[in-house]
């Protein structure tokens, strides 16, 4: 087990186009995928496909992948944002289609010794050349900060760590553009920088947000696709 530590000196690509296609979701977006508690999400970016957490279900994680056309095996990363059951439960049932991936994880756990290959990351790092994970926070949860033309757009997975924690962490990377995922009991009041946010999973404040920021605000979901 290795981890990156990220230093701040390094070089910037300009940003990169990024796709996101939300897999597993408290709600559906599309009427043919099924909602359940949890969170995945499929990133396409750089020619790399990165898949953020597992869901709760792996039966309903490949039914929504094969509805959504996302070939298991064209995956080369998964990255586990927290290991709650609710993002990592279609882990075991993902690998056993794919254990060539490489497992980016916060802590260890014994699925991760299922894939070719798992790193551990404690700290803010690098993980390819503008993506990075904030590292593991409040000793619980690291997040995905890619970094686009717009700006860093950070992918979180319930946000069990203070926001101004994850969003203070994740700026050493670039000027922050936009959040995806479980927003939790964020304050709505933290994301009032934000040019893009989209709500999902296990947000409290959902309508307070979606409220306070119309212009800014996405709905979430199984099947939503947002391209940056």
């Known amino acids: 087990m290795f981890f990156y530590i990220f230093r701040g000196n390094n070089k910037k690509i300009g940003g990169v186009k990024m796709k996101i296609t939300i897999i597993y979701d408290n709600s559906a977006f599309r009427e043919d995928l099924q909602a359940d508690w949890g969170f995945s999400a ?3 970016i750089k020619e790399r496909n990165i898949l953020f957490d597992t869901g709760a279900n792996g039966t ?3 039914s929504n992948m094969e509805k959504l056309k996302v070939n298991p095996r064209d995956i080369e990363d998964i990255f ?14 993902f690998l056993r289609l794919n254990n060539e991936v490489k497992l980016w994880i916060p802590s260890y756990f014994s699925e991760a010794e299922e894939a070719r290959e798992f790193i551990e990351v404690k700290k803010p790092s690098k993980i390819y050349e503008g993506i990075y994970s904030t590292g593991e926070l409040e000793a619980i949860e690291q997040s995905l900060c890619v970094e686009t033309e717009k700006g860093i757009v950070i992918i979180v997975g319930c946000s069990h760590p203070r926001m101004e924690h994850i969003l203070e962490t994740a700026s050493q990377f670039g000027k922050i553009y936009g959040i995806i ?8 009041n933290a994301l009032r920088n934000l040019s893009l946010i989209c709500a999902t999973h296990c947000t409290q404040r959902k309508s307070e947000i979606k409220s306070l920021y119309p212009e800014k605000y996405l709905e ?9």
């Open 60 to 62: 309903i994680l490949l």
């Open 181 to 188: 995922g479980g927003l939790h009991g964020t304050r709505p």
């Open 220 to 228: 979430g979901g199984a099947g939503r696709v947002i391209e940056i």
């Open 42 to 44: 499929l990133l396409e």
């Open 80 to 93: 586990i944002s927290h290991l709650h059951w609710d993002h990592t439960g279609g882990l075991s049932s």
